[in-house]
């Protein structure tokens, strides 16, 4: 329960960031324009997981997850990358938040994430989970496909069930606000 509430938690300063980092925003075209491929690239690979992904049910290594174990964080990682060059701040502030989002996701998030997951993966898969975890990436993909991949193909159910359509929703809303705002 507690750990429920703490990610709730965690979860609404997250969007309570985004929000703010949005509204104070003062777009600029040349910014939206490098900004957008990530965030396009970052959302792809997120929509691509989800539809592999059956959470707490099983070790998936098909999709993306046969090149890296985490192509959620990979793509949150390029979404954030994308949201921190395209909301422009007054005095570059936009690259101070984007240092402090890098920061935490790579100092408290990917590491915090990496502990609880492995441990639930590691009690539930056992040697399946150790092959899988020494064979594939944490976060940057591979060339090569984890050869004892699952041929399984991604599946609609699968992604609305992960609710990553919300997601989808939730950018392509902050990129039309981000358009209106536009100067001239």
């Not at 490098?34 to 999709?63: D, F």
């Not at 690259?95 to 994430?113: E, N, Q």
């Not at 991604?154 to 919300?166: A, C, F, G, Q």
Request: overall charge positive; glycine content about 10%.
């Amino acid at each position: 329960m507690r750990n429920r509430l703490l990610g709730s938690l965690r979860l609404l300063a997250l969007l309570a960031g985004v929000a703010v980092l949005v509204w104070l925003a003062r777009p600029e075209r040349r910014w939206l324009l490098i900004g957008l491929p990530l965030l396009a690239a970052g959302e792809s690979i997120r929509w691509w997981a989800a539809g592999h992904l059956l959470k707490s049910k099983e070790l998936v290594t098909s999709g993306p997850y046969a090149y890296t174990q985490n192509p959620l964080y990979l793509g949150r990682l390029f979404i954030l990358l994308g949201l921190g060059v395209m909301c422009t701040l007054p005095w570059g502030l936009n690259w101070v938040v984007l240092g402090v989002g890098l920061a935490g996701f790579f100092g408290y998030y990917m590491p915090r994430k990496l502990r609880v997951e492995g441990a639930r993966l590691e009690g539930k898969h056992g040697d399946r989970w150790q092959r899988y975890r020494h064979s594939v990436p944490v976060l940057f993909p591979a060339l090569r496909r984890y050869p004892d991949a699952e041929c399984r193909p991604w599946s609609w159910k699968r992604m609305v069930r992960n609710r990553e359509y919300l997601m989808v929703i939730g950018l392509a809303s902050i990129m039309i606000l981000l358009w209106v705002w536009l100067p001239g």
